[in-house]
């Protein structure tokens, strides 16, 4: 403990050190540690008389004056009093070494009123020995006193015949554990790696050896395969024979469901209209329109509006801006159109949704909501009519590039096919879908396949009118391999969705049985499973393409004789495309009726997928 004086501060236990230099002359002085790996004991001292905190400071500056001075502590330094006069505890330690490894620490607490004495024997290097502390208030007697107590305890410590043993290490004030170090046995590598069951390897084994026993330790890939199960060879037969076969019937059915509804639109709403026009004519009274028939007036507004505008449009100032681009600027518009087309189809469907709502409303209203829903039926008319246009246009442009790039002859078609749809792998394989989502994604990829259908048709169009010299033979060869590129790529997508997703190919019968009954008009569980499709605007875009082709090969004659041709044309396309209609419709009523009684029956097992 750091001492108050007006000069050089001394050390407290020199004075003790001083006392045991006269007692004992044969003692060497105690050097002080700059370190301390043993907490540090502290106490409250009591303030004593004036007078004789005088006489005891007189006596201790005279020892310190014949002692060595030893350059104090910095944390001791930072102790002292404060401005208020009282004591503040500090704390100095002194070691004393000796030749048999004993060690002495002596701690005074404030004005030397508190001592505290702590002894260890260290027997190794190892082991600590026996601690002990004594905290003693007094004066310079006491000290005296518990320095000569100190001095006896480590001679019968040093006199004992038997060593102490080691202790176990300590822990200190700021944490640290002294480590014991480990035994050469502990370090044996080979010894370790031996006793070690887990590993397999043996030290002194031979390369023949190794060998060897790699030959006839069985499967050569056991290390990076496992043994399959039935249950693994069934998900691959699944994922190579039966669910592709199930996918493509589901898509196909799909196409020919959009099919039908596009065939719909171009003979029954017509014929609805002119019926209805028709009675009004031959009544001369007017009554209010359905909801069957609001939308059909809606629908023929919108197709007619599309039709007309996209007359409008410069086909060839487009196919000469798209084809004036390279190749990879060619993928990159494909890509670009494609995505707005799929969000176009998306977002279509609600909005066609909200005029055949608005449509029934309209119908069933009453004389004082009358003007209110027909505010709302316009304006939900106006808004798909624009929606329908827009999407008109889109899938013009995307006709267009694919146009460009069957008639290039740079092979930009292949290099559109193989970027486009392995782009579609990529970006759907490795992702997780829900059975929902799947279901989803197939009913997207019949539509899908129906507009290329009709992009197809836009490329024979263009042909027609302009190709020179034989192209039907280079035609017909694009569109295969346009179709099959698409099948493939649709079936590879949805055989490995379902394997990493873990859906069976009895799923894809379910979606099946779903779009059977979605033909039916039957009621299913979930409306949001049906397959939403409005064809609006794939319509409008054939009618553009095939008017030019049916107005180059009008003959030149009168007037009258024109519109005669017109009208000829327009029936004889009216009930060949009825005559198909009807075809396509019986088709699928057949096969929905008989795929749903079918599963009727699997489900009470009467009969097995």
């Not at 048999?100 to 404030?110: D, L, P, W």
């Amino acid at each position: 403990m750091a001492l108050r004086s007006s000069g050089n501060r001394k050390l407290s236990f020199e004075i003790l050190s001083k006392t045991r230099s006269l007692e004992e002359d044969d003692r060497s002085l105690l050097y002080r540690s700059t370190s301390d790996p043993i907490g540090l004991q502290s106490g409250v001292a009591k303030p004593s008389r004036n007078s004789r905190k005088k006489k005891k400071q007189k006596k201790r500056k005279e020892a310190i004056a014949a002692s060595p001075v030893i350059p104090e502590d910095p944390v001791a330094e930072q102790c002292g009093n404060d401005s208020s006069g009282t004591v503040v505890e500090s704390t100095s330690e002194n070691y004393g070494i000796r030749d048999n490894g004993n060690v002495n620490r002596i701690s005074c607490v404030g004005s030397a009123s508190v001592v505290v004495v702590e002894e260890s024997v260290c027997q190794n290097v190892c082991g600590f020995g026996e601690l002990r502390q004594r905290n003693v208030i007094g004066g310079g007697e006491e000290m005296a006193a518990v320095a000569s107590r100190a001095e006896e305890d480590r001679a019968e410590m040093n006199g004992s015949e038997e060593p102490l043993p080691p202790a176990q290490p300590q822990p200190v004030v700021n944490g640290n554990v002294a480590n014991k170090l480990d035994t050469a046995e502990s370090l044996d590598w080979k010894r370790l790696m031996s006793e070690d069951p887990n590993y397999l390897y043996a030290v002194h084994k031979s390369p023949a050896k190794y060998f060897l026993d790699e030959m006839y330790s069985g499967n050569s890939l056991r290390r990076t395969t496992t043994l399959g199960s039935e249950k693994e060879r069934e998900r691959v037969y699944d994922t190579i024979f039966r669910l592709p076969w199930r996918c493509e019937v589901l898509i196909d059915v799909g196409f020919f469901v959009c099919f039908d509804a596009f065939l719909s639109l171009l003979t029954i709403m017509p014929t609805r209209i002119l019926i209805k026009l028709w009675r009004f004519l031959t009544a001369r009274q007017f009554k209010r329109l359905s909801a069957a028939e609001l939308c059909d007036f809606g629908c023929f507004l919108v197709l007619a509006c599309g039709v007309i505008l996209l007359g409008q449009t410069d086909i060839s100032l487009i196919y000469h801006m798209i084809r004036g681009q390279g190749t990879i600027k060619l993928y990159m518009v494909y890509n670009v159109l494609e995505i707005i087309d799929k969000l176009c189809q998306s977002f279509g469907g609600d909005v066609f949704e909200t005029l055949f709502n608005s449509a029934e409303g309209l119908a069933t209203c009453s004389q004082e909501n009358m003007r209110f829903w027909i505010r709302r039926f316009v304006s939900d008319e106006a808004l798909a009519m624009a929606f329908s246009i827009l999407h008109s246009f889109i899938l013009l442009a995307q006709a267009i590039t694919l146009s460009t790039c069957i008639v290039a002859h740079n092979n930009a078609l292949f290099a559109l096919l193989v970027s486009n749809n392995f782009a579609e792998i990529k970006s759907n394989v490795f992702k997780r879908f829900s059975k929902d989502n799947i279901h989803n994604l197939a009913y997207a990829d019949s539509i899908e396949r129906f507009h290329i259908s009709a992009f197809l048709l836009f490329v024979l169009a263009q042909n027609i009118l302009e190709a020179q010299g034989p192209w039907f033979e280079s035609f017909l060869f694009n569109a295969f391999v346009v179709f099959f590129c698409e099948m493939l790529i649709d079936i590879i997508k949805h055989s490995f969705l379902a394997k990493f997703n873990g859906i069976k190919p009895i799923e894809y019968s379910e979606f099946l049985e779903d779009l059977c009954k979605q033909t039916l008009n039957m009621q299913t569980e979930d409306s949001k499973k049906n397959l939403t499709f409005v064809p609006l605007a794939p319509a409008c875009v054939v009618i553009r393409v095939l008017t030019p082709v049916y107005a180059a090969h009008l003959p030149y004659s009168p007037l009258p004789w024109r519109l005669f041709w017109i009208l000829f044309l327009i029936s004889v396309t009216y009930v060949m495309l009825t005559s198909l209609k009807v075809m396509i419709g019986m088709g699928l009523q057949k096969h929905a009726t008989w795929y749903v009684n079918r599963c009727r029956k699997r489900k009470h097992h009467l009969h097995f997928d």
